[in-house]
């Protein structure tokens, strides 16, 4: 089954520092990928998805992903993280499709991100 | 504004006793899930709407019900609540399935915990 990996659960970051959180992804062919952001007592926000094409994608909030098919790997980066980026980040995949027609996602396990001054 | 609504934010209630965690959007998707978060499980889906009357069961929907009756509401019933549905719980909305194509909005999330 489809599935992916976030193998860090919690990294503490310095504000201007840049940043990158791993994902590896688990799927035969092409996945769909994607990365959502929750911010304390919030929702789960998309940040950017990827399907095909241009393997660097670009998201809101400065975020960009890059899919690397020789690595199975999808992770998000920014170039200088501000003190509101700290949340927990999720990737998903979708993994299998319902006679329905219903895509199911497949989340991670989360990454917290934390923002030291 | 466009949202998804979720009632009550947080709920503490004892084993057996019937629940509705209500769920509603404003911006007429076809689309509705429930999600489930626990620490280090990451989030799982219960139950999914493709439209009214059409629903349909996620990865966990023991001991779960959901009915679509109108478009705008999506509500989660535990008929018997235990504690093993201590979680967070997420509705989403989008405007049509499928997902990869249609982004999913999140409801705030409700806090239960089933003593």
């Known amino acids: 089954a489809q599935s992916v990996t976030q193998p860090d659960i919690h990294i503490t970051v310095s504000e201007g520092a840049s940043l990158e959180l791993r994902c590896n992804y688990s799927?035969?062919?092409?996945?769909?990928l994607f990365w959502y952001v929750q911010s304390p007592g919030q929702g789960l926000q998309l940040l950017l998805k990827y399907f095909s094409g241009d393997t660097l994608v670009q998201g809101i909030k400065g975020f960009e992903a890059e899919f690397k098919r020789s690595q199975s790997s999808f992770n998000l980066r920014k170039p200088s993280v501000h003190w509101s980026d700290a949340a927990e980040y999720f990737c998903a995949v979708v993994s299998s499709i319902s006679n329905f027609g219903n895509e199911k996602l497949t989340f991670g396990t989360g990454t917290r991100l934390t923002i030291i001054p | 504004e466009a949202q998804v609504t979720q009632n009550p934010r947080y709920l503490i209630t004892v084993t057996g006793k019937k629940l509705t965690v209500t769920c509603s959007q404003n911006?007429?998707?076809?689309?509705m899930s429930w999600y489930r978060q626990d620490p280090g499980l990451g989030l799982r889906q219960i139950y999914y709407s493709m439209n009214v009357e059409v629903t349909d069961k996620g990865d966990v929907p023991e001991g779960y019900k959901v009915s679509r009756k109108e478009k705008r509401n999506f509500p989660l019933i535990l008929e018997s609540p235990s504690p093993n549905q201590t979680s967070l719980y997420f509705c989403?909305?989008?405007?049509?399935?499928?997902?990869?194509?249609?982004?999913?909005?999140f409801g705030p999330g409700t806090r239960l915990t089933v003593l």
């Open positions: 989403a909305s989008s405007l049509s399935p499928p997902v990869s194509y249609n982004e999913q909005f």
């Open positions: 911006m007429n998707h076809e689309y």
């Open positions: 799927y035969g062919a092409t996945p769909y």
